[in-house]
Every structure is written in structure tokens, then in C-alpha cells.
């Protein structure tokens, strides 16, 4: 499923998630003017490699330079190639207005580079061995998702599911798409442990420690009134109203 938009207006300009959009944008455009040799060297030196950690002494005699923790954030910045990097910011784009919205600005911006340190801890956690660099925004955004996944999870996301070549689309409950993407990302982490051989490509784990960290901490972000939805904005206000004095 391939989320298209979702319908949940906002009521404030969403100043950092276009500005995080932006920045993401310059730095690849960055990535793409530099010769392939200079672009795989920016992504073993500001990528995420959990055995800069974890075997020091490997990292020396590898020639990397001293602090590896700021790469906790500057793998954030970086992407593979135009799939990950539209696919990242597409999703920022349909899901980040919403939470900043409930959150402000300051506190969001804080609070998605928590989700990025928790999602890059944990897989350094699950792959502490690994000596492939891990870049995207995934991780940030998937605690994005996890604060949209209970902050408004009757809010509708229009998704669109290609069969044999022929797009169908699907008006679901955030609840229902966040929930099953979730899900997939374990699945697939789980999976990904029982395969012999160094970890590449989706870095799953990060993306469900980023989740959970966003399931877990957006309350700290939230503005006093956080709000969730209000009545007038789904047909189903009561339902969701009742559910937000549960959270409360």
C-alpha cells in the first residue's frame, strides 16, 4: 500500500516539516553532483555504522576519524538514491503537518530528531556488528508515524494498492495503515536476523525503534492542549472524542 494523502486538515503552516523537507533536498542534490567515489566516502563517514561503535579498534585501523556519535544524526540527512529520498519525504509530508500542528514547531523538530537517535540506537542495538552504512530519514519519520498512529488514528488515509499493473485506491483508517506497516517492519526485522551475512538494504529495525519511540514520547511533545482531533473535523467526533479523554 502506498499512502496517497490523508484527509485532516491543519491549522497552522507546517514550518519545519518543510523546512526538514528542504534541507534533506539540498543535501541530496548534494550527494547527486558528487562523483560516486566522493558520495560512497560521505556515506561511510556521516553514515550510521554500528562497528564505529562497537570495534573501535576496527574503526581505527579503517582510518575513521573520531566522533562517531554525531553520525547518530548525520545518516538522518543522507540517501541512497530517488526512491529513498522521494519516498522518505513523501511520507514526511503526508503524515509531519498534522503532528507539528499538534505540537509546534520547536517541540516537533525536537522531537523528530529523538525518534531518529532512538530508531539509530536501536539498530545499532539488533546489528551491533555491522559495518554497513545506514542513511535515510526513515527512522526520524517512522517516530512521525508512531505519534500520528495515536494521535489520530480515525483520521482517513487515501492509499493505492497496484494489481497487475493497474492502481486501486482505498480510503483506510490511519489505525489500519499505520498499524500494518508496523507490524511489517517486526516481521520483517525478525526475518532479517535469521539471514546469514551483513545487513543491508531496509534498515527495519530502526524504523520500528522509531515508531515505538514516537508511540511512546509524543505526549512530551505535545502542546498543553494537545487537541487529537476535534469534533468538527470527522464525522465521527463523538467516537473520538471519548477515545481522547482516555488518553488524558
Known sequence: MIPIQDILPRRRVPLITWGLIAVNGLVFFLEVSLPHHSRELLFQYLGLIPARFTHPDWAAAQGFPPGAFLTLFTHL?????????????WTLWIFGDNVEDRM??????????????????THLFMHPDSTVPTI?????????????????????????????FFPFF??????????????????????????????GGVAWWAHAGGF?????????????????????????????????????
Open 170 to 199: 482505498f480510503e483506510v483508517p490511519a489505525l489500519l495503515y499505520l498499524g500494518y506497516w508496523y507490524l511489517l517492519q517486526v516481521f520483517s526485522g525478525t526475518l532479517s536476523l535469521a539471514l546469514p551475512g551483513e545487513i
Open 212 to 248: 515505538l519511540a514516537g508511540v511512546l514520547t509524543h505526549r512530551l511533545f505535545c502542546r498543553a492542549s494537545c487537541g487529537y482531533f476535534k469534533d468538527e473535523e470527522v464525522p465521527w467526533g463523538p467516537v473520538v472524542s471519548y477515545f481522547d479523554r482516555l488518553n488524558r
Open 136 to 164: 535515510g530519514a526513515s527512522g526520524a519519520i517512522s517516530g512521525v508515524l508512531g505519534a500520528y498512529f495515536v494521535m489520530f488514528p480515525f483520521a482517513r488515509v487515501i492509499v493505492m494498492v497496484p494489481v497487475f
Open 104 to 121: 509546534g514547531h520547536l517541540r516537533f523538530l525536537l522531537f523528530y530528531l529523538l525518534c531518529g537517535l532512538a530508531a539509530a540506537l
Open 77 to 89: 540527512f543522507l540517501h541512497g538514491g530517488w526512491v529513498h529520498f522521494l519516498g522518505n519525504m
